[in-house]
């Protein structure tokens, strides 16, 4: 039987008994979608490569809304139960992100989620629940070439309807996914693996797709013993949000961040060109697309990024043998407040989550002298009941696989996040030291889920200051942050409570450093005067570059150079707090 839909005249409406599962049976009301005219031949020009996104979790659901495509299936749905916490699994499909939030629709209350830390659990799927197409987009393309997205430019630009670029759905502002909109997955393709290591005089470098994973490029480097340093997490699109806003790492300290690595970017612009982008051709570009943000200039492709040889360095890692109570936590913090100048002055940099411990590199000091420099950390380590371990690693990837890697937090759950850089001024006199530790006691006093003190601001290196990344990066040390996850049944109410939270310890940070730098990727969403905490003095140039490349204003995204703000009915699923 088909109905037509008045309100969706693009679909007809199908309505089926599905088969009895251990769910309770009920009966399955889907569209099933047939699209238009119009989405025929947008899929014509784009070889076939459009398809309609179906929520991750759809198949464990036999209530679905209206426009929800797909089918109850109990043996896909046991195994999007296996593996719907997995980076791969997230990874390798449209229709997942990593962080659930955007999976949803935050203001309604609407998506189609599982328990995030017992995906079997049928209290998620069974009645009243109802899976709902969230803020994912309709339709999507898989992107294989620059003229996949010049037709989508097209057709944006001729219907009005939206574009979300997905690459692996990390953005914590929910810049990858847009309700009613057309997504642009940037997908592992084997024409986008790493294809070359090829020699840009004068320096090593490693051109991969955007679509290729952290995990990918770390392995891919190592086999060619080279050395690309990248973020914590193995599923994160290293050419995709990660290095356009930034990106930081271990060794951002001592070798820079990732938009500093950046050689070359391959991209199509909203305005349907195909360009390259470095120091010689669309120089404005090549400015922009190194740390202004993704989803605001264009499409990238591709991007060519430095190598670094094979490196051998000392890691320190300490560690509590249980949580560390707060006591614990607040002297490591202090002992890291006070060292903090003169370790990042001497090329230290890592990672500090307090309550678990530490984990520092340097690739610029030999194993004898970090032994002698660390001593004092070591003693006070051993004074908190810690554990200290300094040893030698001979690659980043055995350094990454053994100390990085395991530690990353799960994604596939619904997250909010606040953070704030913290300048090297604060490490510098005991009374700046004193209100630095303050700050930081009022934060473990929150009881956050994760507190991370990261030493990932690019202090030791020296940029040639071409690039359009905050200046508050460089005269930074830390880049604090704070999380709190919630699951599939936390109500409006209490994730509007855990948005006002990280809001509030956002506006601590604020007033310890007025008139400073925010990572733009990893930021309060009701981040104030984002304008000046994400790019200070660049933001003027870049609102000029977004209107050169992006005349039409095609690309729009949650405080993103440029954007319109937050009427847009782009953000109808935001949560709306008012914050
Ligand atoms: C568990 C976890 C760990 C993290 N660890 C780190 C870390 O160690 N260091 C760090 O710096 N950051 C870290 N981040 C933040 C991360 O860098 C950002 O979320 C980043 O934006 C992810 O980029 P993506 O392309 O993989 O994700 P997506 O969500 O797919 O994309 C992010 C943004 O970039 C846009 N975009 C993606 N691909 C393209 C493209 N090809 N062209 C144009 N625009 C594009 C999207 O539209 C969106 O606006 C972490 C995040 C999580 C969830
Ligand atoms: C697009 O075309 C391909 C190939 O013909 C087809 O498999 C796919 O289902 C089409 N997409 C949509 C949304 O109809
Ligand atoms: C469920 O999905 C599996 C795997 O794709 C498929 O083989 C099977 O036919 C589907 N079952 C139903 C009832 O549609
Ligand atoms: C990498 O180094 C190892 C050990 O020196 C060597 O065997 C291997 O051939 C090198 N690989 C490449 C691609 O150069
Ligand atoms: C380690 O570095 C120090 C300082 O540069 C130097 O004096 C010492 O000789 C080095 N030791 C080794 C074993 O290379
Ligand atoms: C370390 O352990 C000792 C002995 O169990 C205990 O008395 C002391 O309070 C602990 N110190 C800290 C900082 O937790
Ligand atoms: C901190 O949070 C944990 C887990 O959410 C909880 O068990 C604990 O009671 C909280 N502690 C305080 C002091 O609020």
């Known amino acids: 039987m088909h109905l037509v839909l008045p309100l969706f005249p693009l679909y007809f409406l199908v309505t089926k008994v599905s088969a009895l599962g251990p769910r309770e049976p009920f009966i399955?009301?889907?569209?099933?979608?047939?699209?238009?005219?119009l989405w025929n031949a947008l899929n014509v020009s784009v070889e076939g490569r459009l398809f309609a996104a179906e929520p991750f979790a759809r198949s464990c659901f036999q209530r679905v809304g209206l426009d929800v495509v797909g089918t109850f299936n109990q043996s896909l749905c046991n195994e999007v139960e296996l593996?719907?916490?997995?980076?791969?699994?997230?990874?390798a499909t449209f229709n997942g992100y990593s962080n659930t939030a955007w999976e949803t629709c935050q203001s309604t209350d609407e998506g189609c989620l599982l328990d995030a830390l017992d995906p079997s659990n049928i209290a998620a799927t069974s009645l009243p629940a109802v899976c709902k197409q969230g803020s994912l987009p309709r339709y999507y393309i898989i992107v294989q070439q620059a003229k996949d997205v010049i037709e989508a430019f097209k057709f944006s630009l001729r219907t009005g309807i939206n574009i979300a670029i997905k690459n692996t759905g990390h953005d914590y502002?929910?810049?990858s996914s847009s309700p009613n909109s057309l997504g642009l997955w940037i997908s592992y393709n084997p024409d986008f693996v790493p294809n070359k290591c090829k020699s840009v005089k004068p320096t090593k470098a490693v051109t991969l797709g955007t679509g290729v994973s952290t995990g990918e490029l770390n392995s891919f480097a190592d086999l060619h013993n080279v050395t690309v340093v990248g973020p914590a997490d193995t599923s994160i699109a290293f050419g995709g949000g990660y290095i356009q806003g930034g990106?930081?790492?271990?060794?951002?300290?001592s070798l820079g961040l990732a938009s500093d690595q950046a050689l070359e970017f391959d991209v199509v612009t909203p305005d349907g060109q195909h360009r390259t982008a470095n120091a010689c051709q669309n120089s404005d570009l090549f400015f922009a697309l190194r740390g202004g943000g993704g989803s605001t200039f264009g499409v990238v492709l591709h991007v060519t990024v430095k190598a670094y040889p094979k490196i051998s360095f000392p890691v320190v890692r300490t560690a509590f043998p249980g949580p560390a109570s707060p006591t614990a936590q607040l002297e490591l913090a202090k002992f890291l407040i006070q060292h903090g100048f003169e370790w990042a002055s001497k090329g230290w940099g890592g990672y500090v989550v307090p309550s678990l411990g530490v984990t520092y590199v340097n690739p610029f000091i030999n194993m004898s002298e970090a032994a002698a420099f660390m001593e004092p950390f070591r003693s006070l380590t051993n004074a908190i009941n810690g554990t200290f371990i300094l040893e030698e690693e001979t690659s980043y990837f055995s350094f990454y696989q053994k100390f990085v890697a395991p530690t990353s937090p799960p994604i596939g759950n619904p997250i909010a996040i606040a953070s704030r850089l913290i300048p090297a001024d604060l490490f510098k006199t005991s009374s700046a030291q004193g209100r630095l530790s303050e700050t930081v006691e009022s934060l473990i006093a929150q009881n956050h889920t994760t507190l991370f003190l990261f030493a990932v601001a690019p202090f030791f290196f020296k940029d040639d200051g071409t690039s359009s990344l905050n200046p508050a990066w460089r005269s930074a040390i830390w880049h604090i942050i704070a999380t709190d996850p919630w699951n599939f049944d936390t109500t409006k109410s209490e994730y509007e409570a855990i948005y006002s939270k990280l809001h509030q310890s956002s506006q601590l940070l604020h007033k310890l450093v007025p008139n400073g730098g925010t990572y733009l990727n990893e930021a309060d969403l009701f981040e104030q005067d984002f304008e000046a905490s994400f790019w200070g003095s660049n933001y003027?140039?870049?609102?000029?570059?977004?209107?050169?490349?992006?005349?039409n204003h095609l690309l729009d995204c949650w405080k993103c150079v440029g954007w319109r703000g937050q009427r847009d009915s782009r953000y109808k699923c935001y949560p709306q707090l008012g914050l």
Do not use: W
């Open 83 to 91: 593996k719907y916490t997995d980076r791969d699994q997230r990874l």
């Open 173 to 175: 502002s929910g810049r």
């Open 540 to 551: 003027p140039r870049l609102v000029a570059i977004k209107k050169k490349y992006d005349p």
């Open 28 to 37: 399955d009301i889907q569209l099933q979608r047939e699209p238009s005219p």
């Open 247 to 253: 990106g930081h790492s271990a060794f951002s300290n």
